[in-house]
């Protein structure tokens, strides 16, 4: 038998992404801006025209078919039309109306052969009647193959708070102004934004300053979090304070007029939560270590960092985009370097360590000096 491998769902995918990768790119008049970005969702809002539509599971119909998995919501003016499926709704939808690891065995059974589709659409059904609570499923218009279709994009609970993108960054426009930024990213389920502070100095080569990083999801697959933190303008390190009063998250829950009111004050708090960290990176520079490979290795195994990784910041301790080797500093720069080579949650473990690594590594120091006990 032929393995069948349908195109059921719609993988999410990453609708804009920006970032400053080389030093010669270091150019104000060309950096995206926090109004850009903001300008750019809203008009990406505009034209997806996002529609929510409150539905218990037994009153959403899903089939699954060669051309694709679909859902019709039952409402009282008859169905609506099929939707196609976002893989990440597919997989809150199956959550709440299938038994545990349903969704993925559904997925299996599917890419066996194309004749189970039809057992596939009776078993979710036979599931879903069972399921009476009111969800809100989110929709929003979506070119597939060149053509614009509605498709479902989420399913969140009914208390779910929308807090959209553009409010997010017109809240962080109102604190800090209309900042560069130095990356967006904007995916079907996702936001990350981080801009930086040169506080009046423009772009410097090699000098650390102040970012702060703003995340959210429209699609309840993350917190609307801000924090503060550091970046260098060599070779994209980032850094965050790594302290947890520098950074503020909230669940997509209740009232999101409680989110509006306190982003103000923490969009505030992590700025200052960066600029505490900036006088810290300062005094680093200036902190030397015995033995700066044996240093770096045991505070990234003290962290649970992997054996590939370490030898990866080892290399980047001595990149010469760098702090001087043998210094606290340096040390920070080679792990907030290899972070810029991972994928998202590696890069953010990492600016972690860089963080902690810091922090520690400035209370041990005795006159500007760390020793370090080597293990025989």
Known sequence: MT??????????????????????????????????IRDYNRKREQLSDPQDIVAK????????????????????????????????????????????????????????????LPMITAL??????????PMTYRTQLTKIDGRVERVVRAMVTPVYAPYNHSELLDAAINAVGNLPVIEALVTDTKMKVVVIDPEGEGFQLGKQVKTLQLEGSETGHRHSTVKGGLFAWLCTNGMRTGRDETETR????????????????????????ASDVLLTYQRAVEIFIDDAAAFAEQELRRQKASHKVIAQALVGMKDPTSC?????????????????????????????????????????????????????
């Open 3 to 36: 393995a069948y491998r349908p195109s059921l769902l719609i993988p999410a995918r990453t609708i804009f992404h920006h970032k400053l990768e080389r030093a010669e790119d270091v150019d104000l008049g060309q950096c995206w801006s926090l109004e850009g």
């Open 57 to 116: 599971p037994s009153e959403v119909v899903v089939t699954f078919g060669a051309d694709g998995a679909h859902a019709r919501f039952l409402t009282p003016r008859g169905p609506t039309a099929p939707m196609r499926l976002l893989k990440s709704a597919y997989q809150q939808m199956a959550r709440e109306a299938l038994p545990a690891y349903g969704g993925g065995f559904l997925m299996k059974s599917a890419a066996l052969d194309e004749r189970a």
């Open 124 to 133: 979710w059904a036979m599931h879903a009647k069972e399921c009476d609570r």
């Open 250 to 273: 909230w669940r997509h829950v209740g009232d999101p007029q409680r989110v509006r009111r306190e982003m103000p004050d923490a969009i505030e708090g992590a700025m200052v939560g």
């Open 324 to 376: 001087e080797y043998g210094t606290l500093a340096g040390v920070v720069d080679g792990v907030t370097l290899i972070a810029q080579q991972q994928n998202h949650d590696e890069q953010e473990f990492l600016e972690g360590c860089a963080a902690t690594i810091l922090r520690r590594g400035v209370r041990r120091a005795q006159d500007n000096r760390i020793k370090v006990e080597v293990m025989a």
